[in-house]
């Protein structure tokens, strides 16, 4: 019995590493192949980007060069971008189909638009582009308050008030020493 039980247990661990071998081959292949499908999914992304940001050439073709307030560009990462300035981004919807035109702001994200249609995107960005340059030109005719006129005290000489201290150091030894000298006559 102890025969059947040894030529049992040698013939399981034999077919249990193919087993495991088989499953981790398929696992690598599976893994592989969904690898595949996100970097499939991420240059359908980054191709639809592309494809808005050609759209939005005339848009900033006619932004004055002197205005540096756009930095539009696509960002490839976890998760794709077209940036059209520092704050504001386009990116994929959740389905992956949908632009979504956002801003950060300091109290969280804000979502401008959000469309399935490159069109409406482009108009959204155009009038984001309009507001940020009429905001960049009310930063610029503003004028600075006048700044207060400060009327400074007359400075007292330190000198004096150091002089002070020192003749009232040196009296109050003395009187010390007065009454050290009274208290032992």
Known sequence: MSDAQSTG????????PSRLRDALRQARIEAADRTGVVVDLRDAEVARL???????????????????LFDRGISQGDTPRLWIDVVAHV????????????????????????SHDVSAIVDAV?????????????????????APVVVEKPRRSRFWIFALGFVLGAAALFGL????????F
């Open 9 to 16: 247990s040698s013939a399981v661990s034999e077919t249990r």
């Open 91 to 114: 990116l994929m919807g959740r389905d992956k189909r949908s632009y979504r035109f956002v801003q950060d702001t300091r109290f969280g994200r804000i979502v401008i638009a959000e």
């Open 50 to 68: 592309e494809i808005l940001n050609e759209a939005l050439d005339p848009l900033f073709a006619q932004v004055p060069e002197q205005i540096d």
């Open 177 to 184: 020493a007065l009454f050290e000298a009274l208290r032992n």
């Open 126 to 146: 155009t009038d984001y582009v309009a507001r940020r340059m009429i905001e960049r030109e009310h930063a610029l005719v503003a004028t600075p308050a006048p």
